[in-house]
Every structure is written in structure tokens, then in C-alpha cells.
């Protein structure tokens, strides 16, 4: 199958039915100079092993070998390597590992496979846009207790874990538990695949479903970054440029995972700030409000004295110089006064019998609206003085003979 040097070396190496890292090292490297897939030679060479070992077992006075287990050599040096090292201590020669390819390249089709036996129905995700007019009407009126709202389900939300799948489970069991490569190149490759895996969270998807089940998988992925720290540690004590690479590649996994919790708590600490902000421009709004009440409601009682000495024109200009509300309350009560004025002209004729005069006189007197019709407040203001008028009225006009009455006007303005 392969030319007659290699074959020798594999007949010679699987002599006593095993095989050390030493003979596979140099069996690789044979087959990797005659250009031969690495892959397909390990298959062969495992085969061909599984061979050697039934025929062994088949005889019952097959030699024993007097090899205990495998002893790592440096191929330069010969000396004997330590555990776990990734250069020899003695002649620097660094020890290259041509499995470990195929090793984290299984481990990643291993996830994919776990991967395809997803439920597609557990994750559906909802992509319908929820911004309407409606949700920017209520942002635009009621913003802070939206605020507030959206800050309490985003703690209890993230209180809650992420939903978990088996298949979730599944890979989060073969994470943790996959070996980690030993040498260099195995740790770096592993390393740097593992690191990509870490996700950075959007200030705009905070308290999203997904956003908190890729936190998840950061952690998890974080804890297979640590553990291949450790391994790192250990077999890089002599190879302090290698393992300063692999720091760099473990504290940058670890900064994005601390910004995304740093993010969290900017924003709930700008929703604090926000809300105190609130708080406070409300509080300082309704203390300015309590006092421009009161120095009306003040000027109110100086009109209505005023009133009362028939200063009309003086309290006209009170009403001038205040809001609308309380504007309202002193011109309708300045009308009052000026028509109950009127009405008290009336009780001489009716004692006099004037009947006629009284009932013409009645229905000339009437009120002047001063509020506008479409604003209530300002309408039930003046009602109050407008409903005394014509009480008023009533009155004298009840006193009347039913035949020589006035028509009088709603009691409603």
C-alpha cells in the first residue's frame, strides 16, 4: 500500500502490538514527507493496530512487551519531556502535536451535531415589529412610568435563568467536560475558536429572551476559557511569550463579558438617575404651582373686596394679570355683582305692582359668557356665579303673578 520504508517502519512499530507517541511520531512524520493524507494514515495505522492486537490475543505465547506506557522524548535532544510541557526544557525545541487539528475539529463537529437535534418549535423567536402609533403615543405621554415599567421586568426577567433546552444541556455538558490539547498549537487553535464564541450584548437588546441565553453561553464558554488557562499555566511554564498570548486572548473574553454586565447596571443606573430626575423637576413643578396658586388665590380675595366696594375697574385689572382660571372666577363675579345690582332695582316696582316693567326688565337682564365654550374647566368656573344669577332671577320672578312671569334661562350655561 505504501512504498516498501513505511511499510517496514509500521511492521517494525506495531512488532509488540502497540504503539508509543515516539513510534507515531515518527511514523507521521514518514508519512507526511511521502505527501500522504494524515488523516487516512491514522485511520490505517489504528486498523492495522486493532489487527495486530486480535492476532496477540490469539496467541497464548505471543512475547510481552516491556514497554510501560508512553515516554515523551524531545525529537531533537532525546530528552525526556515533562508532562503536559510544550517545549523541551533542555534544547527549547517546541513539540508539535499533528492530532490536535483533527481533535478540536471534532469537538466543534460534535456541537454541531448536538446542534441539528434542536427543536425548531422551543426557540421561536417573534420578528413581528411591536412600534406602532400606539406604542410611540404612550412612550411620547407616559415615558416615565414606561420607564419604570420596562426597568422592574427587566430585573425580574433577569432574575429568572435563560430558557434551557436538553439539547442545550447536551452541549453544555460536552463544553465543560471535552479535553483540552496539551500542546501548543492545540491550546492557541482551541483558545482562540472557544474566545469567538463569547458575544458582546447591544444597549437595545438588554432585555430581550435572547439576550439573556447568550449571556448564559458566555459563562459557559468563559468556564472552557479558564480551564484551558489552568492547562495553559502548566504545560507554557517555560514558554512565557506563548503564555502571554494566551492571557491577552482570556482577558479579552473575560473584559467583554464584564462590559456586558457593566452595561446592565448603566442602565438601570441611567433609569435611577433618570427617574430621580423626574422626581425632583416634578417636586420643584408642583412647588412652583402650590405658590402661583396661592399668591392667585390671593389676588382672588383682593378683587372680591374690591367687588364688594364696587371697584369694578380695579379688580378688571387684577383679573388682567393672572391666569386664565382665576381670571375667569373674578370677571364672573364681577358680572354678578353688576346684575345683582340691577336685580335690586326691581324690588321697589314690585311693590308697586309694575308687573310688566319687571317681567321686560327680567328677560333684558342676561349673562354674558366669558369662558370659552370648548374648555370645561374654565366653563364649570364660571357656572358657579352664573347659577347664583339666575337663582336670582327665579326668586324675583317667582314673585309674580303666574300669568305676568318671565321666561328665565336654563340653570346650565
Known amino acids: 500500500m505504501y512504498n516498501e520504508k513505511l511499510e517496514r517502519l509500521i511492521e517494525l512499530a506495531l512488532a509488540d502490538g502497540e504503539l508509543t507517541e515516539k513510534e507515531k511520531q515518527v511514523l507521521f512524520k514518514n508519512a507526511e514527507a511521502e505527501g500522504i493524507d494524515l488523516d487516512e494514515f491514522e485511520i490505517v495505522l489504528e486498523a492495522r493496530l486493532f489487527e495486530k492486537t486480535n492476532d496477540k490475543n ?13 515516554v515523551r522524548k524531545c525529537p531533537a535532544c532525546g530528552a525526556i519531556a515533562e508532562s503536559f510541557a510544550t517545549k523541551c ?27 441539528a437535534t434542536r427543536d425548531s418549535s422551543f426557540y421561536t423567536q417573534n420578528t413581528s415589529s411591536n412600534i406602532n402609533l400606539v406604542t410611540i403615543a404612550l412612550w411620547l405621554f407616559f415615558w416615565p412610568f414606561l420607564i419604570f415599567f420596562k426597568g422592574l421586568q427587566f430585573i425580574i426577567n433577569k432574575s429568572k435563568p435563560a430558557k434551557w433546552s436538553t439539547t442545550d444541556a447536551r452541549k453544555e455538558e460536552l463544553v465543560l467536560n471535552y479535553p483540552v490539547p496539551v500542546s501548543k498549537e492545540g491550546i492557541l487553535e482551541f483558545l482562540t475558536l472557544s474566545a469567538s464564541k463569547i458575544n458582546t450584548a447591544s444597549y437595545f437588546s438588554l432585555f430581550s429572551e435572547q439576550t439573556k441565553y447568550k449571556n448564559t453561553w458566555n459563562k459557559i464558554w468563559l468556564k472552557k476559557i ?22 491577552t486572548i482570556v482577558e479579552s473574553s473575560r473584559s467583554i463579558t464584564k462590559e456586558n454586565n457593566r452595561k446592565v ?26 405658590n402661583r396658586n396661592s399668591n392667585y388665590a390671593s389676588k382672588v380675595k383682593s378683587a372680591e373686596k374690591l367687588i364688594e366696594s364696587e371697584k369694578y375697574d380695579e379688580a378688571e385689572a387684577l383679573a388682567a394679570d393672572i391666569d386664565n382660571d382665576h381670571s375667569i372666577e373674578i370677571r364672573s363675579k364681577i358680572q354678578l355683582a353688576k346684575l345683582t345690582e340691577q336685580l335690586d332695582t326691581l324690588e321697589p316696582l314690585i311693590q308697586n305692582k309694575e ?25 364649570d368656573i364660571e357656572s358657579v356665579s352664573y347659577k347664583i344669577f339666575v337663582e336670582k332671577k327665579e326668586a324675583i320672578n317667582n314673585q309674580l303673578p303666574e300669568r305676568k312671569r318671565a321666561v328665565i334661562e336654563s340653570m346650565y350655561l
Open 58 to 70: 490469539s496467541q497464548s505465547a505471543a512475547p510481552h512487551s516491556d514497554k510501560l506506557g508512553d
Open 89 to 115: 526544557s533542555d534544547c527549547g525545541t517546541e513539540f508539535r502535536n499533528i492530532e490536535v487539528s483533527s481533535s478540536v475539529i471534532r469537538f466543534f463537529e460534535k456541537l454541531d451535531e448536538i446542534e
Open 226 to 247: 479558564e480551564q484551558i488557562n489552568s492547562k495553559a499555566s502548566i504545560s507554557m511554564k517555560s514558554d512565557t511569550e506563548t503564555y502571554s498570548e494566551v492571557l
Open 265 to 290: 447596571f448603566k442602565v438601570l443606573g441611567g433609569m435611577v438617575i433618570l427617574l430621580i430626575a423626574v422626581g425632583i423637576c416634578i417636586g420643584i413643578s408642583n412647588k412652583l404651582n402650590e
Open 355 to 379: 308687573y310688566s316693567k319687571i317681567r321686560l326688565a327680567l328677560e333684558k337682564l342676561r349673562w354674558a359668557r366669558v369662558s370659552n365654550k370648548s374648555d370645561y374647566k374654565t366653563k
